[in-house]
């Protein structure tokens, strides 16, 4: 059985959820448990709950150990103030799993300015502004498991949610650049495309909604936060008890050095033509694939 003994993990958004599944799971397998909430309604508003409270409740109730974080990770002040719960809590910090978020459905022609900062501050911006005071912690114990939760809506997209879906999107390359940094001092980052049922899906899985429990999903972040788990800079997607990677490839595509626009539409099969693709590690590898086609390089 995995365990966590001695371990500290963070969980934005563990109130319900997908996140009181994590912080559940954890606590079970022996960590400490920071439980950061700020609950909102659909729409965006702040509610009266004692969510976070009731899993820190639980934990405790079974024997474990756990505190509560109340301040949003939408700003610099409550992500630097959730990683020093945890550290005046517990002492340290060896796991963050950004899960916080709101929903972010709307037509891109009718977006507001204040929605589209409300979903990025939250979804991406959370995600800098704990990771921001964590790194240096995760850096000097030269060890550190990051989870950030992106969604299919961003990586495949989904009509109707563009900032939600554009917010997602950037967490996975956040996943992959910290991926890179983090390496030479012992800290893994991958990211998780959820599939579950949560308050804020609501019915959108449809006759699906019944198979999808988030304690599922949160056995797979227990994976990834392990220190035996190798992956690093991967994106998973999670549900219903299956479990598959998500990755970006580059076709090996058309070259010609005197290219024109002519050219890319005769030769779109080509271009698109996914045999032999590859999967680059950074980005100066997919440049790779382009100084390769040069003869005299």
């Known amino acids: 059985m995995l365990r966590f003994d001695g371990k500290v993990a963070l969980v934005t958004g563990a109130g319900q959820g997908l996140g009181q599944a994590h912080a559940l799971a954890f ?11 700020v609950m909102v309604a659909p729409d965006g508003s702040r509610l009266a709950s ?15 150990e756990a505190v509560v974080h109340e301040e949003s990770v939408a700003t610099r002040e409550g992500g630097a103030s959730a990683v020093e719960s945890a550290l005046a809590a517990f002492g340290r910090l060896d796991i963050v799993v950004h899960n916080a978020g709101i929903p972010g459905r709307a037509p891109v022609e009718s977006l507001t300015e204040e929605n589209l900062h409300a979903v990025v501050g939250v979804h991406l911006f959370g995600a800098f502004n704990v990771l921001s005071p964590a790194w240096p912690h995760f850096m000097e114990q030269q060890s550190g498991r990051v989870i950030l939760t992106t969604s299919g809506v961003g990586l495949f997209g989904s009509a ?39 308050r804020m899906a609501g019915e959108v899985f449809g006759t699906l909604t019944p198979k999808i429990d988030p304690a599922l999903v949160a056995e797979v972040v227990v994976a990834l936060a392990h220190q035996d788990t190798p992956y690093n800079g991967r994106i998973l997607s999670a549900g219903g008890g299956r479990v598959a990677e ?3 490839g580059a076709t090996p595509g058309y070259f010609n050095e005197q290219l024109v626009a002519e050219d890319v539409l005769d030769h779109l099969v080509e271009i698109e033509d996914r045999t032999g693709y590859e999967l680059p590690g950074d980005a100066m590898e997919e440049v790779a694939m382009t100084a390769a086609r040069f003869t005299d390089l």
């Open 27 to 37: 606590a079970s397998r022996g960590a400490k448990v920071v439980v950061n909430d």
């Open 50 to 64: 004692t969510a976070a409270h009731d899993v820190v409740k639980e934990i405790t109730s079974a024997g474990g």
């Open 160 to 198: 109707g949610a563009s900032s939600y879906g554009a917010a997602k999107m950037a967490l996975a390359g956040l996943v992959r650049t910290l991926a890179l940094e983090g390496a030479p001092f012992g800290i893994a980052v991958n990211g998780l495309a959820p599939v579950a049922r949560t």
């Open 246 to 248: 998500v990755f970006f």
